[in-house]
């Protein structure tokens, strides 16, 4: 569950994931809103409270790794490797930190393609809402743009824009280098070599986001092959 809130917000975290699933973006599903009969404060006033059952192939996120490493537990966090493994990326081999690393940047590279694809901004994409399923988790502050504004913003708390509509990629890369972070000591047992071989990784996101968001937009416009300009064409319109 996401704990508890108000209602109104609950049903309409429940009608945008499902909106997200019949779009075919990969996303978490609200199973069931359920009424506390408590109150919830918000700005002064008594609103009824809820909670929202939702499910995920699972709640594994970026932010667990970090978790283990700030606190230097190499062995679970092995252990929390092996069992994202098994669970998600079963054709890769057991404690394959940089396979996992390479898996999951593909697979949210192309998640955040398809977000840029219909205008879906997130609203709090901080590293315990990257999953590494590969799925859209958390369904706060979220929304679509009612037309195209790179700027938009929908967080109340957001004042900077960081999960502005157009960083949504940038973050994409920071998230990814907190997990790279977290996954050094499985990486290599030499640090500076894991260093070297994560900031390789790394280097390489900006290109393989690219190409997914292209993937996105030529489907959009309905282009049937590659062409040389195709980037040229999207960017403009």
Not at 60 to 79: M, N, P, T, W, Y
Not at 212 to 232: I, T
Request: include cysteine.
């Amino acid at each position: 569950g996401d704990g508890k809130a108000v209602v109104g917000p609950m049903l309409r975290e429940y009608l945008i994931s499902e909106a997200m699933a019949a779009l075919g973006i990969p996303t978490t599903r609200a199973l069931a809103v359920v009424a506390t009969g408590e109150p919830v404060w918000r700005d002064g006033q008594a609103l009824p409270g809820a909670v929202v059952a939702r499910v995920a192939a699972s709640h594994i996120r970026v932010g667990s790794f970090q978790f283990l490493a700030a606190r230097g537990e190499d062995a679970k966090l092995a252990a929390l490797i092996d069992y994202t493994l098994a669970r998600h990326y079963p054709e890769l081999a057991p404690r394959d930190a940089l396979g996992l690393f390479d898996a999951v940047a593909a697979r949210q590279a192309r998640l955040i393609a398809e977000w840029m694809g219909v205008g879906f901004i997130h609203g709090v994409m901080n590293t315990d809402n990257m999953a590494l399923s590969g799925e859209t988790i958390d369904y706060g502050p979220c929304a679509f743009m009612e037309g195209y504004a790179p700027g938009t913003v929908f967080s109340s708390i957001d004042r900077q824009g960081r999960y502005a509509y157009a960083n949504q990629p940038l973050i994409l890369g920071w998230n990814l280098a907190r997990l790279a972070e977290a996954l050094l000591p499985l990486i290599d047992a030499d640090g500076e070599k894991a260093v070297e071989i994560a900031n390789s990784r790394l280097g390489g996101i900006a290109a393989l986001y690219r190409a997914e968001w292209l993937a996105v937009m030529r489907r959009k416009l309905a282009l049937a092959g590659e062409d040389p300009g195709d980037e040229v064409l999207v960017e403009g319109l």
